[in-house]
Nanobody, 125 residues
Framework: QRQFVESGGGLVQPGGSLRLSCTLSEFTVGRYGMGWFRQAPGKEREAVSC???????YYEDSVKGRFTISRDNADNALYLQMTNLEPGDTGVYYC???????????????????WGQGTQVTDSS
């Protein structure tokens, strides 16, 4: 089973910034809808931001205006630029293929693990 590789997390002060990356060798991120999900301590995993294959975006209300999702076909990577971080942003962040139709839904491809290892984002306050 294949899985995406997330990176870029860390310990950050409130108001700080991070850029998360998601890659997978021999996988073309531009061909699929992709998204970022967060699992905060004691909570269910939720969609944070998603990008459809056609370029439509979704942002969870609490991150609107602070997070930006993007992909770079040359780097074959999906990114999440996080700015003005808040304590509520703490959690493990995962990327995955998605379907975006109003809401963003996690849809793993055949041959893929449901989730990768994720990358931890922690507010230092």
């Amino acid at each position: 089973q294949r899985q995406f590789v997330e990176s870029g997390g860390g310990l950050v002060q409130p108001g700080g910034s991070l850029r998360l990356s998601c890659t997978l060798s021999e996988f073309t991120v531009g061909r699929y809808g992709m998204g970022w999900f967060r699992q905060a301590p004691g909570k269910e995993r939720e969609a944070v931001s998603c990008l459809s294959g056609g370029g439509d975006t979704y942002y969870e209300d609490s991150v609107k205006g602070r997070f930006t999702i993007s992909r770079d076909n040359a780097d074959n990577a999906l990114y999440l630029q996080m700015t003005n971080l808040e304590p509520g942003d703490t959690g493990v962040y995962y990327c995955s293929t998605i379907i975006l139709h109003g809401r963003c839904r996690h849809v793993p491809l055949p041959g893929f693990e449901d989730w990768g290892q994720g990358t931890q984002v922690t507010d230092s306050s």
